[in-house]
């Protein structure tokens, strides 16, 4: 029943931007802490960006200042915005939820499927 669904992938130059949305189903997100990670092939997940239930943000030290994480509660989405994208940042985006909605760190246990992120010139 619980259900994320990450949208707003593409390809970018160096440099662009792009809005990557992770909308819940089935629960309401901000009870919760929702994380968003990357994956390349042969890696194992990093984590990019979290929020908790509070509001609380942290990022990765790779996209400090690169990246924003937001919560919209009336829609019950997360968004991660990207800026000044860089080639290392392509990957798979994947958003998670834990539910510990004080901490970011531990088991996040509901995941949704990825949206696909290029970077090239």
């Known amino acids: 029943q619980r259900q994320l669904v990450e949208s707003g992938g593409g390809s970018v130059q160096p440099g662009g931007s792009l809005r990557l949305s992770c909308a819940a189903s089935g629960f309401l997100l901000e009870y919760y802490s929702i994380g968003w990670f990357r994956q390349v092939p042969g890696k194992d997940p990093e984590r990019v960006s979290c929020?908790?239930?509070?509001?609380?943000?942290s990022y990765g030290e790779t996209v400090k200042g690169r990246f924003t994480i937001s919560r919209d509660t009336a829609k019950n989405t997360v968004y991660l915005q990207m800026n000044s994208l860089k080639p290392e940042d392509a990957a798979t985006y994947l958003c998670?939820?834990?539910?510990?909605?004080?901490?970011?760190?531990?088991?996040?246990?509901?995941w949704g499927q990825g949206t696909q992120v290029t970077v090239s010139s």
């Open positions: 929020v908790n239930s509070n509001g609380d943000t």
């Open positions: 998670a939820a834990h539910a510990d909605g004080t901490t970011c760190r531990g088991r996040f246990g509901n």
